[in-house]
């Protein structure tokens, strides 16, 4: 693994270079599509990318837990989490690229 980053800069570039818009309309691009699926997202909706995955909303319960250092139990409060599912398709895809790298 490289442990190295994908940036917002460097997904407008990708878009710059594959569909051949502006710089400026690349990361326009970019933008509205990210804050499509943040709007998406925090409205409870589900969001589905094809050969990718899904991202969802789940609503976690309160429960007690304990702090590491002094053992005392804390109450965690209810919370929302974002949940992401990778397609089969990713899934394989990761698979056969760490088989190529160990192998």
Not at 67 to 94: A, C, D, M, W, Y
């Amino acid at each position: 693994m490289t442990g190295s980053t994908v940036t917002r800069l460097q997904l407008g570039e990708a878009v710059y270079q594959e569909v051949g818009l502006s710089r400026n309309e690349s990361a326009e691009l970019l933008e509205a599509v990210l804050n499509r699926i943040s709007d998406a997202l925090a409205n409870g909706e589900t969001v589905k990318i094809s050969s990718f995955g899904s991202f969802s909303i789940r609503q976690k319960g309160q429960r007690i837990g304990r702090n590491p250092k002094t053992g005392e139990e804390v109450p965690i409060h209810p919370r929302k989490v974002l949940v992401f599912r990778p397609s089969q398709v990713l899934k394989s895809r990761i698979n056969e690229n760490s088989r190529l790298e160990t192998g």
